[in-house]
Nanobody, 123 residues
């Protein structure tokens, strides 16, 4: 069993940065690929980024490539999303999740989800 708790969301001006964290409980955290998703008002939840269990493989949605970076610290049972160059269209609730592989995560096949953290980017 893995429980996920996101933090680090908030209000930021366009062009600013935020770093989201997702703290995981459970001894099997290091065996899971992790990912970030987001859901804007009136829209479906969409894939943002994923990272493999060992941290060597990452993948991003085209909309965030070059601006967002996903990383993980298995010793701290935490996955991060560094968001730079934020745009108003990045406004959403951001969720972290755990899945078996990065392919599964990017396809939305998650075993566990967090509760989400709000990110608001003002223009």
């Amino acid at each position: 069993q893995v429980q996920l708790v996101e933090s680090g969301g908030g209000l930021v001006q366009a062009g600013g940065s935020l770093r989201l964290s997702c703290a995981a409980s459970g001894r099997t955290f290091s065996g899971y690929a992790m990912g970030w998703f987001r859901q804007a008002p009136g829209k479906e939840r969409e894939f943002v980024a994923t990272i493999s269990s060992g941290g060597s493989i990452t993948d991003y949605a085209d909309s965030v490539k070059g601006r967002f970076t996903i990383s993980r610290g298995n010793a701290k049972n935490t996955v991060y999303l560094q968001m730079n160059g934020l745009k108003p269209e990045d406004t959403a609730v951001y969720y972290c999740g755990a899945g078996r592989t990065t392919l599964a995560v990017s396809a939305g096949n998650l075993n566990y989800w967090g509760q989400g953290t709000q990110v608001t980017v003002s223009s």
